[in-house]
Structure formats: structure tokens, C-alpha cells
């Protein structure tokens, strides 16, 4: 019988992660959402609250929906919250020491029995699990950009991590609606190794003037029926969270060249230029609303 998952934690509510708590609390299971400190913690609350307006405003959730939904969600400053969990998602920066460092910590903490998931897009799983003392328990969960909307939930698997957990959370993603695709721990698993060399060309074509912003956009989204062109995706996605994909992708793929991030993205992260999420990428944004161009 696979397992009941009645409480699951997530840890760090930035893009990804204010997502990742949507998508329990929308599908029924109580979450508890970590961050490291207040302010962090209000920036998550508040990207959860305009997001569930967002949705009753359109009419796609009733009031009482969205309260229900939200009394779902307890939040909390610190790891220690986590102590009685099932499952835990964490969804902090791409840095695999800083990743590694809240293995170890959630391992001392969480019951023994709970599953210790990475939502790392290109960082690899096993590194991240032998910071633990229960690398079987330990498994990739990959969602989408914006989570409670893509359909796709990649799930990773090592060498050692248990046939019954993958089997657990693959019915767990059933669940939460959710179609999962589940593969071996290699960089940028297959999503973000077919998408990420595509948008780093983008960007070189960007960066060499080769063609506008707007028409690059335009050829792939009008020509290919992509929902969107690649360089709105990158200021999606986040131009800094790009850059550590494609650094990480380089650097564990082989020093394949068409992962080399392109100069451009170093500087628009180095420039504070990193898309939606600080209001400037490649286009420039007013919240809410689509890119104006500037
Ligand atoms: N949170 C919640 N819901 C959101 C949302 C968000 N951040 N953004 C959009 N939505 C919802 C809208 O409310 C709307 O819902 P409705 O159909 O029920 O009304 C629906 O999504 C469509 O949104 P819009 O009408 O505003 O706009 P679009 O039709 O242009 O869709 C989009 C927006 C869903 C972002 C679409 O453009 C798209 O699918 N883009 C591609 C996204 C993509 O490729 N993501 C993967 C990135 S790679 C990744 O995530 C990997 C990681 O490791 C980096």
C-alpha cells in the first residue's frame, strides 16, 4: 500500500518553492513552509496570497477555496519545525554546499522514517544524499516554473534510493495531478538538459545582435508554438537560477560547450538584471503584468 503522506514541509519559499507549497495545499495536504528568516518567510507569504487572489479574482477558485487552502499552510522560521513531517521538499538556491548543509541538518531532525527530497534542477542527488544518514530516503522531486501550473514533475532517483520510495512518490505526484517522468541522477536530468542549451543559444544570438529581443521571442513562440519565447522564459526561469543551471550542466556534463553560459547572463546577474523576480531581466516588468518594453 503506498504511503500516506499527511504532512509534507518545504523549504525555502522563493519562486519555486511558494509554488511547491500551492500545489500541496491546493491538493489537499497539510504544509509546513520554512524559511530561514521573517522577512524571507513574509516575501513566501505574500507570493502564496497574490498568487491564490490571483486565482479567485479570475474566478478559477471560490473564497472559500482559497481559506481553505491557505489554512492548510503553516509557517515557520527554522528547520526545527520539520521534526514531524512525511516528506520534506527543499527548494533553496542552487549551491550544492548550502543544499548539502540542510541535508545533514533535516536528517537529525526529521523522523526517521520521513523521505528527504531536493527540488535541485541540475545538481546531483547523490552528492546531496550522503550528507545524510539515509541516502535510500533520500530522492530528487523536480517541478516546473510555475509549479501549480506545469503539468511535470521530474523524479530522480540514485543508485541507492529505495524502489519503495520512488514508487511512494510517484503515486504521491498522481495525487497532486501531476505526470512524472522518473530518471537516473545526471545533470539536468531531461528536461533542463534539452531546454538549456537551447536558451543559452538564445542568448548569444541576443548577445551578438543577431536579431531583437522581441524577434527572437517571436520566431520561437509564433513559428515553434512554444507559450513562450526563450528569453521571456530565461527572466521566468530567473536569469541568476539560469546561470547556475548551465554553470552546473557545464560542469557536470562534460564541458560540453553548448552549456557554457554566454558572457551576458554573468553580467545581467552580476548587474542585478535577473528577470521577474527583480522586476528587470531581458524585458522590463511592472507587477503584476506582461513585459514592457523599454
Ligand atoms: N502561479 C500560479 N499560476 C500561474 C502563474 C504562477 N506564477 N503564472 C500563470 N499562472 C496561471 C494563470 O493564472 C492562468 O491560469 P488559468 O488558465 O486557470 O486562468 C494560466 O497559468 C495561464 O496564465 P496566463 O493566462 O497569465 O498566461 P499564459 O497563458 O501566457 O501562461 C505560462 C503563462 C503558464 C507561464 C505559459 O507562458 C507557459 O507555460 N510558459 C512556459 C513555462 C515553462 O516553460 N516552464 C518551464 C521552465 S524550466 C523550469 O521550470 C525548470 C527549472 O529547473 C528552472
Known sequence: MAREFRTVGVVGL???????????ARNGVDVLAVEINEAALERGRSTLTGSTDRAVAKGKLSPEDRDALQSRITFAVGLEALDDVDLVIEAVPEKLELKRQIFGELDRICKPAAILATN???LSVTEISVATHRPNQVIGIHFFNPA???KLVEIIRTVVTSPEVVADVEALCTRLGKVDVTINDRAGFIANALLFGYLNHAVS????KYASREDIDAAMKLGCGLPMGPLALMDLIGVDTAYEILDTMYRRGGRDRRHAPVPLIKQMVTAGLLGRKSGRGFYTYEKPGSPVVV
Do not use: C, D, L, R
Not at 522563493?14 to 500541496?24: L, P, S
Not at 544570438?205 to 551578438?208: D, I, L, Q, R, S
Open 14 to 24: 522563493g519562486t519555486m518553492g511558494a509554488g511547491i507549497v500551492e500545489v500541496f
Open 120 to 122: 535541485t534542477s541540475s
Open 148 to 150: 501549480p501550473v506545469m
Open 205 to 208: 544570438m541576443y548577445e551578438a
